[in-house]
Every structure is written in C-alpha cells, then in structure tokens.
C-alpha cells in the first residue's frame, strides 16, 4: 500500500457514468476514503477516491452542473457525511439526501447554528435535553440533543462546527511548502498523523519521496502518538466509570510516552517534527532545539519497557473487574453491519469487527507490520478492549522499529516546484483511522484545493447511532469509548 | 487485591516535588536570542507562520509564536535558541516580547486576587476553536504528575461556580455566543486567562475569515500563558506567579 499516490490527467466524466461506476465499485464493497468537491466556474468538479483490497486508490470524478445530482446516501449511508459537506462547501443540490444537515455550517451557513432544525420526537413522555456547546469539562465544545423516552434515549443529534476555523481556507492563502504548523492544528492530538499526511502530500507532488529511515522514524513517532492518545482515552474511560485506579496510571503512563516524544522532537505532541523534505527529530537532540537532553536508545528502551510491564498490570487489574466489564458490556452497541453501513473507520470500526487497518499493508515503514486488533463486540467494552491491544501491537512495533533505526539523523531536502495539474491523495492510519489529505495543483503548479480529512469526521454518527436505546448515563462513557475529534470534523 | 497492590506499588509517588522549579527535559520553551547584526537574510521572517519574528533588533513575540522551530532551522548564523525554561507567562500582551538580552516581562501579582483565590481558585475552561493541545495540556496540570490541586486549583463544571475563565482557541465566530454566556455567568471578582498563541493574538489562525475576537477586545485577559500548547508548567507557574502563591 502506498503512503502519497499522484494522479494526472484524470478524466472528468458525466454524472451518469461517474454515478455507474462508484455504485458499481460500492457494491462491490471498495471501500470508500473520500467523496468531496470543488468549484471550477459554474460546474462543481466531484471526486470520488476509492481504495480496492491491494490497497490501490481509484479517482473517479465527475463534473456537475449546479442543479446537482440525484443523491447515492440512500443506498450507500457511509456516503452521509460527505455528500453534506458536498453541499454546504460547493452549493451543490444533493437530490434525496435523507438528512442534507449542515456538518459544521461554513460558508453562507457561518453563524446560523440557533436555527439548526433539530429533529423533533412528539409524545407524551418526550423529553429532550440539550448539552452544550460549552461541556462539563476540560473539552471541545459541541451541541448534543438527546430525544429520551423516560430515561431511554431514542435518539440524539450532534450538531457540530463551533471549533470551525476555516483551515482549508488557510490552507491555500499560505505558501504551501510551510503549512506543517497550519496542519498540525486541524487535531492537535493527531498533530504527527496530519503532518505526515501533508508532508507525503507534498513530496508526493514534488517527486521527493522520503527515504525509508525517514518514513520509519516519522512512524515511531505517529505510534508513540498513538500509544500516548490511547492512554489518554483509557485514562477517561477508567475515570469515567469510576475505577480511579486506572484512571491515574494509565494517565501516568500517558505522561512517560508523551515526554519521551517531547525529548526526540521538542513538543509532547510531536508539533515540529515532520515537515516537508524533513523529520526533524534525533535520537540526541536534534540541532537547534537548544536542550542537550536528547534521548538516547538504552532510555527509549528503559521506557518502552516500563510502559510496557506496568500497563500489563493494570490492564489486567482493570479487565478483571466485574465493576468495569458490568458498565462497559453491552453498552453503546454498533453491530458490525451498521458499522460498515455507515462508513465507520478506526478502531471503533475495528471494535465492531472491521479488518481495516493502514498499517496493515501500510507504507514500507510497517514492515515487519503492526499487528491488527479486532473485536466483534461493537459495544463500550470491545472499543476498549481494541484500544488496550492496539497499545500492546504498537508497543512491540516500537521496539523492533528502534533495532531497526538506531541512528537518526536529521536530513532536510528543499523542496521543489509542485508538478503542474495533478492530484495527490496522501492516507495515514492515524489514531482514531484513517487521514486523508488530497491536494491539487492547476496548470502553473499553483495548489488549487486541499481538502483535509480527520477520521472523526464518519465516525460522529457512530456515536449519535451506539446511544440509541441506551439510558442517557450511558453517553459519557459512549462518548469517551468513541473519543473523537470536534476541531478535527469543524476544520 | 493484590493486582490492586501492585498497581498501586507501580505507581509510586509520581507527583513533581516543585513545580515552582526545573526544567522539562527536551522542551523547546522560552527562546534566547543573540545579540548581533542580522545579515540582510530575513529568512527567519519568511519562514515564520505566525509574523511573531522580526530583525532589526530581533525579537520574538511570544503572543504569536508557535514554537514551531522554523526560524531556528533557517537562521545561517544560529541567533534564535529554544530553551527548556517553561516559565513565560505575563500579565501584559506587549510583555511577552522576547530580544538579545531581555525576556518576557515579570509577572505583577495582583493583590485583590491573592486576596480571594490565593487559597483556593475555581478554573472553567472554554475552548473556542482550540485545537485539543491545550485543552489536554490544561487537563494535564491537574493529573498526578502537575497536581495543581495541591494549591487548592481546580477544574470545576460550570462557569457558575468559577473564579477564572481559561479560553483556548482563536475564538472562533460560532463560539462567541457562547464564551460571552459563559463570561457573564460567572460571578465577580473574576478573571481571563488566555492559553496558547490561539486564544493571546490568534496565532495560526489571526487572519482567518471564521474567526470572531470581538469579546477580547472587551474583556482584557488579566493573565498570558504562552505556547503551541503551553506546557503543564508553563501554566501552573504563571496562575502561582500571578496569585502570589509561595
Ligand atoms: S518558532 Fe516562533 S518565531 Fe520561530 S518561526 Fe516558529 S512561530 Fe515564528
Ligand atoms: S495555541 Fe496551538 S496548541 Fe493551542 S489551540 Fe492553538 S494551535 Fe492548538
């Protein structure tokens, strides 16, 4: 599988023959990794990226009239999301959209939150409850209205994009050789994962590839971020549920994996670290940075080990608790076919089922590759379960990957001009799945469009879907089990 | 029982002794600038995301400045170092101006503060286009390892029930309704701290279109915590400093 793929000279269908050919590839069970458009005059241009078993990417693309098309969500849900994002960013009509809602009102629909159509549940014993933007704690902000049949929730709806800050907008108004800063904060917790994405992107385009040390020390870095975010998730499950003792040592060990990132790069997030042409973070500090403290390779292992040997402990305190497995068992199910219906990436994907990995036959960095957690449960419990074995596989990964690039070294390659009318569609299996960033150029080498993807983005549904006919007490520990991005979906 | 003794025995004592000193191995932190003549490269100015550096005396503005490490890489004669040095919060905007020879302007402790919250202060934190950094940065200073608590600070639920209104973010046009809610529901005295380059000028996102600032220029921050996202400490020293906790 690849990391960056270019596309030139993509033909521009009619919508008749781009609408046979995606229906045709769906039914087929290619997996969908993006549908978005752009405007080009009066015409939308409409992609379709699709990406077979071998790990191939399609591009089909068509170009539509503004009268829009006839929507494919009603026979394809997975597509939901996007053919409303479709809408709200080009203007296009989306012809039978079940449900055409705004995804974070940009644009002409900036502002207008107060008058969000809320579905409405009538009867007797209706009642709603409205939480948000602002939460109950230290979080992003977002809108949740819950439609309870007493203390049964029917239904909820999520209405986001109170973190929109128009990134893509940015995006393009900035010499696109330094966006890395711009991109690391569309999710700051997956700032490596969106680095990554970008900076293949745009080696991608410049025909710059980046050496296979480089792409190996950008993946220890995406798996420590990884291993740190689902500590981090772990940590307010465990709090959630009131198992305080795990709580503070999975945040505890969360604090070991993340200060190890900040002394190979300088920020516990891994901000700086990957950059177009360049991984700048060593082993011994890299030049520059200032401190002397550089990690060397015996203290990498000394912490990957007590990771490790603690996290066995608790996680075996933690799993044997009747307490946690009665709160998390059978709550907040997603069945394995609505999980795929719905177009669900990630570990929650992989939690009900999903063999879906990116690593998996992952760019060349993932050999020998990370190894695949599922589970079929679907529920709280299985999503936490798939979060404990992934840190487990990604710890073992880490440590063959540290015998494998003893020594880093900080290379930097200046990076060239952008080849003119192609298209480069950049995939990361980031922590929460799969990152797609695809950019553009036009005739002069000048980006056009990047449209950026958090995995967050498919998976909100999941969550509004796993608290149906669950007690209303059950959405913190849904919510924490999902553990998405609201800045991630808002852009 | 005894997985749960060995848990606990694993743990250990994992809270720092003094957060009021040390320094975090690795961070790039509070950045020192040599003097000197600058050739006529401006390369650091082109690199720079934010505007937040300038020649002719260098300097960095700490309001702006996301720490990315770009001007360190591009400068020919190396006159930009980061440091590990957390501590760099201010009570004023302008004194967050970093040249060769002079750093981030001390912070003046307000009395009428230390009065009311010097024993115990009641954080809401509202993030307004925050990017999740912070926010877990901010969820940090009160895990095992920072413990604000031990100073009687504390995250609470509701605006109501605070004493101070930690923003993150560039403050984004669709959550200006609701920071202002939150800002008038707390009762007085209160106070703003503004956390990260975000929430002090803006930083990344200072020129977007989707962004609304108009509460800031209303009700001033009384505290300026710096960074992309500031470290625990970062922000932990500077409420300290600011309330005149020993
Ligand atoms: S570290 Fe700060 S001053 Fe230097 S380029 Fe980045 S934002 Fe600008
Ligand atoms: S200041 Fe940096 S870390 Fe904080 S919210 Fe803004 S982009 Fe994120």
Wanted: aromatic letters at 6%.
């Amino acid at each position: 599988m690849i990391q960056a793929q270019r596309f030139e000279r993509i033909p521009e269908r009619t919508v008749d023959d781009w609408r046979g050919r995606v229906e045709g590839a769906l039914r087929a069970r290619v997996h969908l990794l993006s549908l978005f458009g752009r405007r080009d005059g009066d015409e939308v241009l409409v992609t379709a990226l699709l990406q077979r078993d071998d790990g191939a990417v399609e591009v089909e693309r068509a170009r539509v009239a503004a009268l829009g098309y006839a929507s494919l969500t009603p026979q394809f849900p997975a597509l939901h999301i996007f053919e409303r994002e479709l809408h709200e960013q080009t203007g296009l009509s989306i012809h039978g959209h079940p449900w055409c809602r705004p995804v974070r009102f940009e644009g002409a629909a900036r502002g207008s939150h107060d008058r969000h159509p809320f579905h409405v549940v009538a009867g007797k014993e209706v009642h709603e409850v409205a939480v948000g933007p602002i939460h109950a704690g230290v979080i992003e902000p977002g809108a949740f209205r819950f439609m309870c049949l007493g203390e049964t929730v029917h239904h909820l709806e999520i209405c986001l994009g109170y973190q929109h800050r128009g990134v893509e907008a940015l995006l393009l108004r900035r010499d696109v050789r330094s966006l890395g800063p711009l991109v690391e904060s569309v999710a700051g917790d997956t700032s490596v994962g969106h680095a990554w994405a970008y900076s293949a992107a745009i080696e991608a385009l410049t025909g710059q590839p980046a050496s296979p040390n480089e792409s190996l020390r950008r993946a220890i870095l995406l798996e420590f971020e990884r291993v740190g975010m689902h500590l981090a998730t772990l940590a307010g499950v465990a709090a959630d549920v009131g198992f305080l003792q795990g709580a503070a040592t999975f945040g505890r060990l969360r604090t070991t994996v993340i200060n190890t990132i900040q002394r190979l790069c300088g920020s516990r997030f891994g901000r700086g670290a990957i950059r177009p042409g360049s991984t700048r973070a060593t082993l011994d500090g890299f030049a520059g940075t200032g401190p002397t403290t550089g990690l060397s390779l015996p203290e990498v292992h000394a912490n990957l080990t007590l990771v490790e040997r603690d996290l066995q402990t608790v996680e075996d305190l933690f799993t044997s608790a009747r307490t946690v497995r009665h709160r998390l068992e059978g709550v907040g199910s997603v069945s394995p076919a609505l999980a795929e219906a719905i177009g669900l990436v990630g570990p929650v994907a992989r939690a009900a089922a999903a063999h879906r990995d990116l690593r998996v036959r992952g760019p060349a960095a993932y050999d020998p590759p990370v190894g695949l957690a599922t589970r079929s449960e679907g529920d709280c419990w299985g999503r936490t379960l798939v979060r404990l074995d992934e840190l487990q596989h990604s710890l073992t990964w880490l440590r063959s990957a540290f015998e494998r690039a003893p020594h880093w070294t900080t290379s930097r390659v200046s990076i060239g001009a952008l080849t003119p009318s192609a298209l480069v569609v950049a995939l990361v299996e980031g922590l929460r799945g799969e990152i797609v960033h695809a950019l553009e150029t036009d005739g002069d080498g000048r980006l056009v469009h990047y449209k950026v993807q958090d995995p967050s983005l498919r998976n909100w549904l999941g969550l509004a879907l796993a608290v149906r006919d669950n007690e209303i007490s059950d959405f913190p520990i849904c919510n924490k089990t999902f553990d998405l991005s609201y800045c991630g979906n808002d852009l | 029982m005894l997985k749960a003794l060995s848990v606990r025995a694993q743990q250990g004592r994992q809270f720092i002794p003094d957060p009021r000193s040390g320094r975090p191995e690795g961070l790039r932190g509070l950045p020192v600038l040599t003097a000197g003549e600058c050739a006529s490269c401006r390369a650091c100015m082109a690199a720079c995301p934010t505007s937040a550096i300038a020649v002719d005396p260098l300097q960095i503005d700490l309001a702006r400045c996301v720490f990315c490490n770009e001007c360190v890489v591009v400068c020919p004669d190396d006159r930009v170092r980061f440091t590990p040095e957390p501590s760099m919060a201010s009570t004023r905007a302008s004194g967050l101006l970093v040249r060769a020879g002079s750093s981030v302007e001390p912070i003046v402790p307000d009395e009428v503060f230390r009065r009311h919250f010097g024993r115990s202060l009641r954080l809401r934190q509202v993030s307004a286009g925050g990017c999740n950094a912070c926010e877990l940065e901010l969820n940090a200073a009160a895990n095992v390892n920072f413990d604000m608590q031990r100073y009687g600070i504390d995250w609470v639920a509701s605006p109501r029930h605070a004493d101070a209104l930690v923003l993150t973010g560039p403050l984004t046009q669709q959550m200006a309704a609701a920071v202002r809610l939150g800002w008038d529901a707390m009762p007085e005295p209160r106070f703003l701290v503004a956390v990260g380059a975000c929430a002090i000028s803006g930083g990344l996102y200072a020129d977007g279109d989707a962004i609304d600032r108009s509460f800031l220029s209303e009700v001033g921050p009384a505290l300026f915590v710096p960074g992309c996202p500031p470290h625990p400490l970062t922000f932990l020293r500077g409420l300290l400093d600011f309330l005149g906790i020993a």
